[in-house]
């Protein structure tokens, strides 16, 4: 089942799957069917009759539409769900209708089957991140000699390689995806509270079944429940807004470096991928394009939870209903930039030539700090800044490079031998600890489950 | 078509209608079938050859997922839309397929869709706001003397009408409604510019073909193509977060008042609407509740929209790409807040007998600053404050009415003629302005599209 | 008074003194000292009374840290102050400090206290935006013929001129413009309810008192307080996140143009304004950086209000109280836009030489388009662009002219007069309608305020 | 130096005093004084004259308000910090003057500053967390036998305790406090990266000086240069996030539970605290007030910084420049939720009486569920629930106790055993395993730094 197409450019195919009505639906009957064989494990219902429950829980054998139009009146999706399981078990076993969702509330079967679609979509997304992270660390190892403009507030500095432009990518990337597996984990625990959070009506019986409710379904049993408490939803959808953020950052620089006028790097081509209507020679940045839009999203997404946690009192009226779109659009964007990103890292290619071109094109002025240091000693810091500001303004209006200025300026060549001056251009005498700050971040990134 | 499950609390079926893959499709189609129309018109394309691209755009033939997929590779629906419907008319007839799409660029495809849905979805939107109107101004006139508790920061102050209390919320909605109106009108025009916004390929007969479009799509044709200029969506959403929240306020105040302890309204009880899966006594205030889960979402929404406004140059590298899931959410969350709180509007009950009991548990403390008001000439205003102050603890600590403990203190006996205390506490008499007030506001709402 | 350091790139000068303690504290007093004229013009508070009360209301007379910690207890400003102005009319003349504050309640001060606020901040930004629209007028008309690269997703597309670009930004800056004042109008208005928003305790003559204290402080007089209606406030916020978005876009626009690599505008360079405390060289574009700044932070400010309007009953236990600071930062930041981008539109340099430059630097394939409009008539629109994709890719793989690769091209030579194609790279014959929008553009933002 | 006036209801003074002008000027000073001292460790700057920029590094002795005005036209404050620290230490000694900031970007100065403001905050948060923290473990311990009603979409549901109500906020917080803390230590790290973020200007000296630099600081020495890189205090925002609505919800609840028509817990009043100005009876919530106006204005400045993550290559043209005051506000609002939560859970009133009053008023429907549960082994659960419902209609309807009803059903009376619904209506004797909730909650929270 593909996206809509509405939302065709905010999620991968795979992630909306996983939030289709198929897959919504089987994750609520899901829970369901582990509570009957829960429950038949303590001896609270028969094991036949449980049985019933289970065959009965299979999503196809539903109406959609009717779940779903049923659902806004009932203000829960927990509702229909349990009332159309129960008829179906019924229509089977009349005897089993009875046991059907036998101590628990709408909510249970709504925040659990939620928990469920985030527990299959973790690997989904923690698979591309790891593909980020692999061809990025490549990346950054085969151009760790490549020299490239640095550049602040999107003019020339001083040059950096793009193995450090890479591991600074990289890094962020690998912190964002630590946050954002821990407040995965955290996630991926049940909710079973019954009515008022309390299952009083499982009289002392209420902890054990959730313990072996926890165990049929494969996730952690909390403390209490947390019907009212959204905290660790809030964590996961935050991380995803940073992770998204740093994604959006690699994005925004490749596709800067994209630019026609700067051509540096660029996306695969392939046909049918980010070519035009009516422009032939385009070779668009799509995949970045497509994380800048996730990044553009999921922040006011991330608002719109974190203001729903004001919840009230044991089950909120409000808050509580306005999360599921908010997270199913959270977790798909972020998917479909670990994905976009995935993709463009691991067949970016390089022009390191145009790299180095682009640094020669400024004739030496982002070297103008470098020639500022060589001079200082000499003219002292504020005599060399005086001087490098002339030489600069007159490199730029004569279109000189600015070491052969400098070579003219008798303030210069009286002070000074001129060879100090003569490899001032070379991009690889002006990288300061470069390299070894990409070394450290590529040593910080490994060893985790995004390598 | 229903809406999905993951998004049945945050949408009419009505609105997801609209936002289904048929229509979105077809909205697109029906933009290439009126370009070839208009261009038939102004003699760019033999008018045989249009009439088969316009049967040809018919959404059903398609394939949804197909398209739904290259438009991830894309980066627009417009490619594969344009791609698909040129195919198609090709197997009907050769040469017309060289004049699908003629002259457009696959965003004027997508906006100028999208401007279509918006046309559509405005009415359903318009018709339950004044559903909510209409009530409103019933239920306000129907309750101009019923008195209830003024609450301010949820705690009880001197009393208001229910009728009041009702044309503040017909007020602000009445208001809102106006700017989402007008935001409305602003944003049903033509997008077309072609690649750059120019129309070059048409050369000379860009506008002539514009003009022709926008009558064949009832659309108006604006100033110049508007493809990095979002303004205009950006304010109907922003309309549309004012009008959620001028909603949502109502939604809240009504949910207050709903509260057990409260009760002094309901929303209409129907079997299946509100209920809960474990307690049987439950009447919850679904309508409100929805309206309230869209108040949570749409802002963050809104600021998405926003944040993508800084789309780069001629078409933008993400902002654009974000906004159809963006305002398809606000649209629809928008339209189920009308239609929740119009339902609600038209059915809720009222208890002015309970009402006017909360008014009376409070022991009159609520009329301390009547009381301070009729004390004040004799006593001055600070004396009075002081006084009151006293009087209100012994009120509360004896749990006795406040006109009975001002008539024990001799403070007050001394200087005063009981007599003026006599009615301190009956609602009626200390009402000031609020008839006056709430025919303003009846009379400001009236008159109007939404009245 | 200068904006603190923390917040100093985020206001101007003007404006942060708007917001100053002394010049809340005053708007506050002079809603006081208007109320007390207003009831001495109705006769309620004795003339000479009124006058203590009015010569009282003077800020500097006031302790301002006194006042700000006791509003954190106090929950409100207006309880303070009132206090603190009873006061000191009291050490003035005893019988006057009864009328301080008649009738009115803590938020009728704070909230008319930010109107006259925004009264004053009005002027000063309308006047920044008229910079903006009388310098892009003028910069559109100047450059209606210098061509440029048009730029979508970043890549080169097909020419437009620099003065349909301005007149893009003119268009929408004005609308957002007109928005933004139409919602100032909405907002000037009085708040005057007393503790419920029924005046009760001015009797039968709230309404009278109302008008005088409306005129008194030149302000509109609402059909009914507003105390728990802030849609007013909401749409001002919204229509600053939309200006602020214009304005941001045409920043971001500039701020590319201005790239190393791009070179075709610049900012002015004064002293000391966007240098670099490291690189002599650097010429940045402080007031694009200092709008995009502002850009980033008014959207979720704006969420943050429109969150903020779901306010309980007759006074909100939050949303309320933490309107001030959103309001002031919204309005502070949209000034600093507008101010920012009066500066950069006043007094940008174009180079349109590069312009042109950038343009034949694309080697002619940014005309493809152009070039299959011209042989789809011979060769039909899909041999056409079929041929035109093979030529593209000869033209950047051989780094040749794409008019030389067609004209060496058999399939095109055999069928074509190669006059067709000789023209093919002139900028100024692939406009199309750029000059026709760009007028419309110009004569739609004519005739208004911000002219 | 307390809060601004505008900004006193969103800030403490603590934390207002650390965001003001003199603290943040000195934490820029601190910076460029820790820079000479490590320069002087490795030897690049002569002790002596390190020691004078030391001796010069003094806030109080710059003009606060010429460095404001500076920084705007500057576009950061780091330079005319470095600029007005290079005058004044000229005056001082000429020859120190050359080596001030000598190696550094004016970013690194605002980031480190920042950092240095944040670690100061981090104990003032921490502690009123740890306050926040204790009293409510006491609360909870004190009232694990108090019954209350839960409540469910605002509606009464099934008994809790109030010890288990207590024991949920203290999870959520002390959950979202450990979010906190973590991300905070790994904000606390140096930036120092120069002009492209490779010291290049330090030499081979670099990773040496920032080693040395971080010591003096008492801050962690990063991986790498963070400059361009936020997600470290984009998480940190995203945990105040997160923590300030678990502190909201907590305030949420205290405030809906202080209604006048719930009274069952009520907030300190003391004299100036949460009265009003016309309302001599009036308690009003304010520090659950406080609380949710932070929690209303918190997530949108988080979407804000989100939104800024995108930055520009090595530094960037708009999203740093916006980060400032979204950072010092977020911390204030967390802060002050902190410190009021504090202040509310070490005062607060709990009237158990009421609470259980308040269930008693339900006339017994809160216990359907229970009877529902007792009779469903004899009359099957459906059974059960159509005569559950039958039976509490009628109890609302006629105002009688469900038992009372229920006794007089013939369809029970002839099925059971009267004495099984006897005790029906005993809170205590419905509330599954809520005690073992609360004990698993409190136990989870201890151990850790907020105890």
């Known amino acids: 089942m593909p996206p809509r197409l509405i939302e065709s450019l905010s999620t991968t195919t795979e992630l909306a799957e996983i939030f289709s009505d198929e897959s919504v639906l089987q994750a609520m009957l899901d829970f369901e069917a582990a509570l009957a064989r829960a429950e038949a494990r303590v001896g609270l219902v028969p094991r036949a009759l449980a049985e019933v429950i289970m065959r009965a829980a299979d ?12 659902t806004l009146r009932a203000g829960t999706p927990g509702i229909p769900v349990s009332k159309a399981l129960t008829q179906r ?13 036998w101590g628990a509330t709408s909510q249970d079967v709504a925040d659990t089957a939620m928990v469920l679609l985030l527990k299959r ?25 490549t020299v490239m403009l640095g550049r602040t507030l999107m003019q020339a500095a001083p040059p950096i390689t ?16 630590e946050g954002f597996d821990s407040a995965f984990e955290d996630v991926l625990i049940l909710q079973f509270g019954g009515a008022s959070g309390t299952l009083a009506s499982l009289g002392e019986r209420g902890l054990e079944v959730a313990q072996a409710l926890a165990e049929e379904l494969g996730l952690a049993c909390p403390d209490a429940p947390w019907h009212a408490h959204r905290d660790r939803f809030a964590s996961l ?23 026609s006028e700067v051509a540096e790097v660029a996306e695969p081509g392939d046909p049918g991928r980010g070519g035009s209507s009516t422009m032939p020679h385009k070779k668009n940045p799509i995949g970045c394009v497509l994380t800048l839009a996730a990044a553009a999203r999921v922040p006011g997404l991330v608002a719109a939870f974190l203001t729903g946690m004001i919840q009230e009192h044991e089950r909120a009226a409000g808050g509580w209903q306005a999360e599921w779109p908010i997270v199913a659009s959270v977790i798909q964007s972020t998917g479909l930039a670990a994905s976009s990103m995935a993709e463009v890292a691991e067949r970016l290619s390089v022009d390191a ?18 020639a500022m ?4 000693p000499k003219l002292g810091r504020e005599g060399a800044h005086k001087i490098l500001e002339e030489a600069v303004q007159k490199s730029i209006a004569e279109k000189r490079h600015l070491t052969e200025i400098l070579a003219s300026m008798p303030a210069i060549t009286k002070h000074l031998d001129a060879k100090i001056l003569v490899d001032l251009e070379e991009p690889e005498k002006y990288l300061g600890s470069a390299e070894a700050f990409r070394a450290h971040l590529l040593s910080t990134a490994s060893g985790t489950p995004h390598k």
């Open 59 to 70: 999503a196809p054998a539903f109406d959609y539409a009717a779940i779903a139009r049923e």
């Open 89 to 101: 078990v019924r229509s089977m076993n009349a005897e089993a209708a009875d046991f059907v969702h």
């Open 121 to 145: 979509a973790h690997p989904v997304i923690t698979d591309d991140l790891a593909r980020v992270e692999r061809s990025l660390r490549k990346l950054s190892d085969e151009h760790k000699n």
């Open 162 to 177: 793009f193995g450090l432009k890479v591991a600074g990518w990289l890094g962020a990337i690998h912190r964002s995806g």
């Open 237 to 259: 959808l935050s991380a995803c807004g940073v992770l998204t953020g740093a994604l959006g950052k690699m994005a925004q620089d490749i596709s800067l470096l994209m630019q």
């Open 353 to 370: 030539e145009r790299m180095r071109a682009n640094i020669a094109a400024t004739r030496g002025v982002v070297f103008a700090e470098r």
């Open 373 to 376: 240091m060589l001079l200082a």
